[in-house]
């Protein structure tokens, strides 16, 4: 939970967004609703932080307390964030065949092993960090159920559909529908 741009001119609610943000990251905080306000609930949670961390519990962000907010802030904001995205790169046109051995190769094989435990189509690929029989075949595969042309090479329009299918693949694990594999 970021501020909004619109918070930048509101130092309350973006205090208020940093505590509610720290509350959902530990149980320790008290949870606000960001609106604007410094009344008696956010008075309590800036409290409650500043008895946290040893500073005087008055109950008054000064600059010490709001220091020390931004510090627990930062690192509670990437815990609490979506993950990053990976970017591999690949030149315009660059096109990973079978047989070449690239530093892309072993991630697109672990991509494809989720995958593949995914959903019953796709072969294993083995892990060799080579573009190997296997990997091509998993690949070939993909690209089949994917609506792409069954080349068992890695491209950027591969890649782009690796990328966008492994986040649900790993949902089909995880979550609700955990092991499920999918034709």
Known sequence: MRPPESFLSQPIRSLQTMLRLLAEDSPQYISLVPDGIYGPETMAAVTRF??????????????????????EYEPALIR??????????LDPGQVIRKGDDHPHVGLVQAILAVLADAYDSIPHPGHSGILDDATADSLSAFQQLSGLPMTGHLDKVTWKQLAAHYPLAVGLQTGSGRNEKRG
């Not at 500043?50 to 510090?71: F, K, M």
């Not at 609490?80 to 790169?89: E, G, H, K, R, Y």
């Open 50 to 71: 500043q008895r946290n961390h040893g500073l005087s519990p008055t109950g008054i962000t000064d600059q010490l307390t709001w220091e020390a907010i931004v510090a």
């Open 80 to 89: 609490q964030d979506n993950a990053w995205p990976l970017f591999i790169l």
